[in-house]
């Protein structure tokens, strides 16, 4: 752009500031919209546009061009319209860097604009920033050439015009290019051509965006086009008979976004292998008639980050089939239980091909991901038994947190009811009689579990005399059962049992299989009618037998000694 455009425009916005009420201009001189505007014309736009608080600022028959820097906010409850207008990034993405590929279909390609050259030329080929060209090999005609370092040329005989130039990086990586120099050897003129100026083949630009829109409410495109521009969205997108030009791809960062591209709309010169990267409930509406970037770009990816799956126990381990590019992927979960997927890392879970897709048999590719549990062992399904792991197999999905709580058992009481005789509307039961317990569990869950249960008394929380210790039992999922054991207690009184179910240690939180306590009724525990007076009789009457042992063998051996003396003293 020389000085006289750059003067008349600056005149042209200067003078068009003069007529934006004094509302619209916010501090740090951005450019506050909290009304209904309408900006005609043409403008260089230096400063940040903030459409806010309800407000819409339609843009309209207009001609901008956007210094570096500028970024346009729309926040949730205002739109931006952009009607019959270019908007035009001053700077823009003007490198090339190729796709990765080596067949002779898919290189990497440029074309020379150059017609009639009658002359032997020379092209210089400029590599990006700290980028080199080394094992890099070039293709042009019948003839090939090998380039190193970070600017290198070739020589090509006369004759040549408009023809293209093919890349192929080492190993196949992605070649890149900056600048593209050509200079004959009859003439002093040297054409530099920024490399993203040139038509190409198989290629995305690349560089830094210089112009940002930062979607949270509503945009809307009619007969427009937007040049060189970085668009992200949470909101609403609605382009119709517009070109999207060195834009892709749009971002559409949240579930509840949207973008509908209607009409003759196009895309072209994508700055990935896609126009459009969403999230994975984001709705996107592609009509008949519109045209993406086209070649090797797609239409759209969908992807998801952060997505982890969430366990009982920590450290089961398990494998995901079907993820794009990843035939098979394995992990475990850490030791709360959770397992990031790939790391929580960005993964891709479908894919619109671009139209020029040759190689896939359908339009668009949707992850069908199978989760596999390999190993998921507890207490209650031990390797020793016939039960399988818990969690089973299942669909992926897209939630970001899913919680494996299928295939695990759940037990729940249903009863704990004791075989004692009832006098007086009460349980009574003799000291040092053994009664049935009779526990009644259900399993609720959807996985088959072998469990134990332990009894306390509930007077004092001490361990009751059952037997056998800890019985357990086996419930598959939906079963109803009951573990049968005796209670013997030998104090008198009022007391009942309190049993609770032994979850596996493995668990994080000890309910996440169930289980917990529950009491029985009260029993009043008596003395034993018939032997209640023996009872008090019995201990005196031992201890009056022993008393006499004592004594008497006392008497015997004080005769024993008497007897002794007297022989002596004889």
């Known amino acids: 752009m020389n000085e006289t455009s750059t003067a008349i425009i600056s005149g042209i916005i200067s003078i068009f500031l003069l007529i934006i009420p004094s509302s619209v201009l916010a501090e740090d001189n951005d450019i506050l919209i909290e009304g209904n505007i309408t900006w005609e014309g043409e403008m260089l736009l230096e400063d940040n546009i903030i459409v806010s608080n309800g407000a819409s600022l339609k843009i309209s028959n207009s001609e901008i061009i956007a210094s570096d820097g500028v970024s346009i906010f729309v926040d949730s409850s205002s739109s931006l319209i952009i009607e019959n207008s270019n908007f035009v990034a001053e700077n823009y993405p003007n490198h090339l860097v190729g796709f990765g590929y080596c067949d002779s ?57 408009n023809y293209w130039i093919e890349f192929v990086g080492p190993n196949c990586y992605p070649v890149s290019l900056s600048e593209l120099e050509v200079s004959t050897s009859g003439s002093s003129d040297v054409m530099v051509f920024y490399a993203g100026d040139l038509i190409h083949r198989n290629m995305m630009l690349y560089g830094n965006y210089e112009l940002f829109f930062d979607i949270e409410g509503i945009l809307e495109l009619e007969g427009s086009i937007i040049k060189g521009s970085k668009i992200t969205s949470n909101g609403e997108i609605i382009v119709k008979n517009s070109t999207l030009n060195i834009v892709g ?72 089939l079907g993820m794009f590019n990843v035939p098979k992927y394995t992990n475990f979960s850490d030791d709360q239980g959770i397992s990031y997927i790939r790391g929580g890392n960005e993964r891709v879970v479908e894919i619109a091909w671009s ?19 390999l190993s998921y062992r507890t207490a209650w399904n031990p390797e020793a038994t016939e039960i399988g792991n818990y969690g089973g197999s299942f669909t992926l999905g897209y939630d970001l947190d899913i919680f494996v709580d299928w295939d695990i058992p759940h037990i729940e009481w249903s009863s704990l009811e004791i075989n004692a005789s009832t006098e007086g509307g009460k349980k009574v039961a003799k000291i040092g009689d053994s009664l049935y317990v009779e526990a009644n569990l259900k ?32 419930l598959s999922a939906g079963e109803q059962g009951a573990i049968i054991f005796k209670w013997r207690n030998s104090e008198i009184g009022n007391e009942s049992l309190q049993c609770r179910v032994l979850t596996p240690t493995q668990l994080i939180e000890d309910d996440a299989f169930g289980g917990g306590e529950f009491s029985s009724s009260m029993i009043v525990w008596e003395e034993s009618g018939e032997d209640s007076g023996l009872s008090f009789i019995m201990p005196a009457v031992m201890a009056m037998i022993i008393g006499i042992v004592i004594i008497g063998r006392q008497l015997v051996n004080q005769a024993r000694e008497e007897s002794e003396d007297t022989k002596e003293f004889d």
Do not use: M
Request: hydrophobic share 35%; charged share 20%.
């Open 443 to 474: 399993n609720s869950g959807s996985a088959t579990a072998i469990f134990s249960i332990d009894c306390n008394t509930s007077s004092n929380g001490f361990p009751a005399e059952i037997s056998p210790s800890y019985p357990h039992i086996t």
């Open 249 to 320: 791809p749009i971002l559409l960062n949240s579930d509840s976004s949207s973008l509908s591209l209607l009409g003759n709309s196009k895309f072209s010169n994508s700055t990935d292998d896609h126009d459009i990267r969403a999230k994975p409930n984001s709705i996107i509406e592609w009509g008949d008639d519109v045209n993406g970037t086209g070649g090797l770009t797609d239409k759209w990816e969908r992807r998801i980050a952060g997505q982890s799956l969430q366990f009982d126990i920590g450290f089961v381990t398990y494998e995901i």
């Open 105 to 161: 279909e898919n290189r990497s390609a440029i074309k020379i604009p150059w017609d009639d050259i009658t002359e032997e030329a020379v092209i210089t080929f400029r590599a990006i920033g700290q980028g080199t060209f080394d094992g890099v090999t070039v293709h042009h005609r019948e003839e090939t050439y090998n380039l190193s370092g970070a600017e290198d040329s070739i020589t090509v005989s006369s004759g040549f015009s």
């Open 355 to 373: 139209e020029d897709n040759t190689w896939e048999e359908n339009e668009i590719w949707n992850e069908a991901a199978v989760v596999n549990i």
